[in-house]
C-alpha cells in the first residue's frame, strides 16, 4: 500500500473506495501515471483533465518519481482489477452488444 506523506504536499487522496485520486478532482492516479508512461508532457495532462491543476501533476510525478516501485505495484493491481471489473460486465452483455463492440472497437483501430 502506497503512504501518502503528510511531510510535502503530495495532493492525493484515497477515496471511501481505496482508490487514490488527485486532489481536488475525481482522477484517479493510474490515469495520470499511464500519460506521463505514454510520454504525454504535463501541459499535455492538464489539457487533457482540465480539473487538474499544473503544479499538481508536477507534485504527483515528483511523488511517483520518488517511489516508483510502490506506485507502479499500484497501478498495476488496479490496472488488473479493472480488467476484471471489464470481464464480469461484459459476461452480462447479449450477443447483440458484444457484437455492436466488436464492430466500433474495429472501425476505431481501422482509423474510421
Same mark, same amino acid.
Given at each position: ?9 503530495v495532493p ?9 485520486r ?8 493510474? @490515469?495520470?501515471?499511464h500519460?506521463? %508512461?505514454?510520454? *504525454?508532457?504535463?501541459? &499535455?495532462?492538464?489539457?487533457? #483533465?482540465?480539473t487538474l491543476? !499544473?503544479?499538481?501533476?508536477y ?8 517511489h ?6 499500484? @497501478?498495476?493491481?488496479?490496472?488488473? %482489477?479493472?480488467? *476484471?471489473?471489464?470481464? &464480469?460486465?461484459?459476461?452480462? #452483455?447479449?450477443?447483440?452488444? !458484444? ?7 474495429a ?6
Amino acid at each position: 500500500m502506497i503512504a501518502i506523506p503528510n511531510v510535502f504536499p503530495v495532493p492525493l487522496y484515497r477515496d471511501p473506495n481505496g482508490k487514490i485520486r488527485i486532489e481536488g478532482t475525481r482522477i484517479l492516479l493510474e @490515469v495520470v501515471i499511464h500519460a506521463y %508512461r505514454r510520454g *504525454e508532457t504535463v501541459e &499535455e495532462i492538464v489539457d487533457g #483533465y482540465p480539473t487538474l491543476k !499544473l503544479a499538481d501533476v508536477y507534485a504527483v510525478l515528483a511523488y511517483y518519481l520518488t517511489h516508483r516501485d510502490e506506485v507502479d505495484t499500484y @497501478v498495476r493491481e488496479a490496472d488488473q %482489477r479493472a480488467e *476484471e471489473i471489464r470481464h &464480469e460486465t461484459e459476461a452480462n #452483455y447479449s450477443p447483440d452488444i !458484444l457484437a455492436l463492440r466488436a464492430r466500433l472497437r474495429a472501425s476505431r483501430n481501422s482509423g474510421n
